[in-house]
């Protein structure tokens, strides 16, 4: 029996960017992951990093693998409706020659041709909706492994939560976020998460309004005109 299941994978230029900062070990792990996949296997994965670069290689996959049906099941209609063309034309043909009945011919011809259509607009909607998810899955495997430079390891418990926050600000800002969490020495998910949540309700938005609160805080802290003189004097 003929075997229709799509035994092979396609690598993607675009996967350097979330796989090229893995260990030897979570590459390992990825390969083993893809050659399983024309299999119908989908890993999970304990390690976060893993699973956000998993996400975001899974839709090119997917999206491949029903292509790949797609054009399958395409030529295989195409062959059957050839099939049923040329037998249908040839008795048509035949009876033509043996009534010499020609100005039938291309009425029922024209008859036999059964075209599908496909809905342009959808698979076009299709395609932008799974280039987001990817390019979303893409930021959010960036953002982990900067979490894993710059504080350790990135929990995993974590990331329905960093999801939220990858709504709200861009990837350039949350690695900010941890930034300031390692010059503070403080390396726990819960002080970055209180940091996004104190720049959300200052209106913060860009690196620009960042400095500018930082510049504000510091400057509240400063003693400011004659207390500052007089402290000067009491020393």
């Not at 229709?4 to 675009?14: M, Q, R």
Request: glycine content about 6%; charged content about 35%; proline content about 3%.
């Amino acid at each position: 029996m003929k075997d229709d299941k799509h035994k092979s994978v396609i690598l993607y230029a675009e996967w350097k960017k979330p796989l090229q900062n893995l260990s030897l070990e979570q590459k390992g792990r990825i390969l083993d992951a893809l050659l399983d996949f024309p299999d119908g296997i989908i890993p999970t994965f304990d390690d976060p990093v893993l699973q956000i670069a998993w996400s975001f290689m899974e839709g090119g996959l997917q999206e491949n693998a029903r292509k790949w049906e797609a054009t399958r099941k395409k030529r295989s209609d195409a062959g059957k409706k050839g099939n049923e063309s040329r037998w249908h034309s040839s008795e048509v043909d035949s009876t033509c020659r043996k009534n010499r009945i020609c100005d039938t011919c291309d009425d029922s011809i024209a008859n036999i041709a059964v075209s599908g259509s496909v809905s342009v607009s959808a698979e076009e909607e299709s395609k932008e909706e799974t280039a987001a998810d990817s390019r979303t899955d893409s930021d959010l495997a960036e953002i982990v492994q900067h979490y894993e430079k710059t504080l350790g390891t990135f929990p995993r418990s974590a990331l329905d939560k960093l999801k939220k926050w990858k709504e709200v600000y861009s990837t350039e800002l949350i690695c900010k976020a941890f930034d300031e969490a390692a010059e503070n020495n403080v390396r726990k998910w819960r002080y970055v998460d209180g940091v996004l949540k104190g720049w959300q309700a200052d209106g913060v938005r860009t690196l620009g309004d960042v400095e500018t609160r930082r510049d504000a805080r510091k400057k509240a802290k400063e003693p400011a005109g004659e207390d500052w003189q007089k402290m000067e004097v009491l020393r």
